[in-house]
């Protein structure tokens, strides 16, 4: 697996194919010795733990009322629901999917800490195989529903949508320029973790590039001769 990652062949002269694995982000890290992986592994985890922490509760800041149904309504099973069981539906989702991300963060960050010293490839793959899988349900399950809800809201809100019509397309240039930043980033420096990625991830990242001017980046030509340099260039560091 990591003369996959690497870009080199199989001990059968197989050219390598891309490993498609949301862990590949962090198997970098590998290639740096034993001594150095606990402190680096620690830090992922706990910097997954900060991120997912510092929004666990605001979901509920964007819910309307806490109001509990009246006695002629206590049936909910025969209500049909209204806009706002969807949204309190939305809240629960993204509730959910970030207190499993805080706290699976955590439970790998004591595991880490009691289990990792000189850690080896296979305790590595491991823990980056759970933070792969972390990372992708905070922004699926929480990142880009967060900013559904927040809008849903305050479209719902308002007396008049042109103003929120506005934040749209400013926030939309404004995530342009910070997605295409970090699509350069992919495309250059971080290209090789970037090229193992899923296949869903790079639909998704090549999809939007057209609109953020990274396309060229972000091909499978040029992605790969950029995940085959920084590969040269992680090989001779080992």
């Given at each position: 697996r990591m003369?996959?990652?690497l870009l080199l062949p199989d001990l059968e002269g197989t050219e390598p194919e891309p490993?498609?694995?949301?862990?590949?982000?962090f198997l970098g890290?590998?290639?740096i010795p034993a001594k150095?992986?606990?402190?680096?592994?620690?830090?992922?985890?706990?910097?997954?733990?900060?991120v997912s922490g510092l929004v666990v509760t605001t979901p509920f800041e964007l819910?309307?009322?806490?109001?509990?149904?009246?006695?002629?309504?206590?049936?909910?099973?025969?209500?049909?629901?209204?806009?706002?069981?969807?949204?309190?539906?939305?809240?629960?989702?993204?509730?959910?999917?970030?207190?499993?991300?805080?706290?699976?963060?955590v439970c790998m960050a004591i595991y880490v800490a009691a289990g990792g010293h000189?850690?080896?490839?296979?305790?590595?793959?491991?823990?980056?195989?759970?933070?792969?899988?972390?990372?992708?349900?905070?922004?699926?399950?929480?990142?880009?529903?967060?900013?559904?809800?927040?809008?849903?809201?305050?479209?719902?809100d308002s007396q008049s949508p042109y103003p929120l019509l506005v934040l749209v397309g400013l926030?939309?240039?404004l995530h342009h320029y910070i997605g295409g930043a970090t699509q350069r980033f992919f495309g250059e420096a971080y290209a090789l973790e970037f090229y193992h990625s899923p296949a869903w991830l790079l639909s998704m990242c090549r999809n939007a590039s057209h609109g953020m001017g990274t396309s060229h980046l972000l091909a499978e030509k040029p992605l790969r001769v950029a995940a085959e340099r920084r590969a040269a260039h992680l090989r001779a560091q080992m």
């Open positions: 003369r996959r990652f490993l498609r694995d949301m862990s590949a982000l890290l590998l290639t150095d992986r606990q402190a680096l592994l620690l830090a992922l985890c706990e910097l997954m733990a900060l819910r309307r009322s806490y109001e509990v149904p009246s006695s002629d309504a206590a049936n909910i099973w025969a209500v049909p629901p209204t806009r706002e069981d969807s949204m309190d539906m939305l809240v629960a989702m993204i509730f959910l999917a970030n207190f499993h991300v805080a706290v699976f963060s000189q850690a080896d490839e296979c305790f590595c793959r491991g823990v980056m195989a759970v933070l792969g899988v972390l990372w992708a349900a905070f922004f699926i399950g929480v990142f880009f529903p967060l900013v559904a809800l927040c809008l849903w809201r305050f479209f719902a926030f939309g240039l």
